[in-house]
């Protein structure tokens, strides 16, 4: 166990790991004070904190050096000229992370008081291969309400102690783990590597890639809030192109995963089916169709698409044709 004298608000740390925290603002003036009180109030008291903003447009970076100024705290503060996305910004956050642990926030989420200590002394008593804790939490709006708890849409909490492969494919986790409830051993990094920054998306490639090698382990606590707002991606991905690449992307890098089973990436795709119709690069399909041996149902929208169907008339036409399944769509 290390022990780094560097906590953000000058507390002993009283022999414990240091844990750096990330937090990313991206027009966050709203929350973002919340989100850093959420930090600062941690139990835990050895803490490296670090502070991105992502060229915002509105107030954000004004906020943060207000908040800085305002708790006469120790942190470091970045803030970009130019919007650059969350890989890039999170990988340049990493190189000025000294700690054991590593965390980050979205600086419109909350991290309940006692995540971090709690966390910590999990992993502290956890198998050395175990590179990730996440934990529950809940969904509020703008206002701080409760919306319900996260897992969302009244999905029961993870049953299981080690998330496997097929728990991102199935019907009802994939995308239910949060960045703003997991804790990561940073050494992970040097391990296989930083975020990729070809994705929009940071997290769920990231969870793939340790899960290749390492385990991602469960731990039953509630562990923050995580703020869903008319503009979250929760809620306007499934409206855009690059949301379908991001999710196409991280499929396409599982084909030479052994262990996960083509019918599983399969049912990933067909998770993701109205990508087809959004996307309308038809050599990038017909490639990944002849790579990948996909099912007659990808195969058979794939078909509609290319002939400039919409996504809802290519449902109706799978309904009359007796080959809609609900449950893949």
């Not at 207000?66 to 130019?82: D, L, P, R």
């Not at 002394?121 to 990730?132: K, P, R, T």
Request: proline fraction near 2%.
């Amino acid at each position: 166990m290390s022990s780094i004298n560097t906590d953000f608000r000058g507390l002993d740390p009283k022999g414990l790991p240091l844990v750096s925290i990330v937090a990313v603002s991206y027009n966050h003036e709203k929350f973002l004070e919340e989100t850093l009180d959420s930090i600062k109030a941690q139990t835990y008291t050895n803490i490296q904190l670090i502070i991105m903003d992502d060229c915002s447009q509105d107030r954000s970076v004004e906020k943060i050096e207000e908040w800085i100024e305002k708790n006469k705290v120790n942190c470091k503060f970045i803030a970009h000229k130019e919007n650059v996305g969350i890989c890039k910004t999170l990988n340049e956050a990493l190189e000025y992370c000294n700690g054991e642990y590593y965390q980050g926030i979205a600086c419109d989420d909350i991290l309940l008081k006692d995540k971090i200590k709690n966390q910590v002394a999990e992993f502290e008593q956890s198998d050395e291969d175990v590179m990730m804790l996440f934990s529950n939490g809940m969904c509020i709006d703008e206002y701080g309400n409760t919306i319900t708890p996260f897992p969302r849409k009244g999905q029961s909490r993870f049953k299981k102690k080690y998330v496997e492969f097929e728990d991102f494919f199935g019907e009802h986790f994939f995308g239910n783990i949060s960045t703003g409830s997991v804790l990561i051993r940073k050494i992970i990094f040097e391990k296989i590597g930083l975020y990729d920054e070809e994705l929009m998306a940071e997290d769920t490639d990231l969870w793939l890639r340790i899960l290749r090698k390492y385990k991602i382990k469960y731990f039953n606590i509630n562990a923050f809030k995580y703020r869903e707002l008319q503009t979250s991606l929760s809620r306007v991905g499934h409206k855009s192109s690059w949301f379908y690449f991001t999710a196409y992307k991280l499929l396409e890098k599982q084909f030479d995963n052994n262990s996960i089973s083509k019918d599983i990436i399969d049912q990933g795709y067909k998770r993701f089916i109205k990508g087809l119709y959004v996307l309308r690069n038809r050599q990038y399909w017909f490639k990944r169709i002849i790579k990948n041996k996909f099912s007659m149902f990808v195969c058979f929208h794939y078909l509609l698409a290319s002939l400039s169907f919409s996504y809802h008339k290519g449902v109706k036409i799978s309904k009359a044709l007796g080959v809609f399944d609900p449950e893949q769509l």
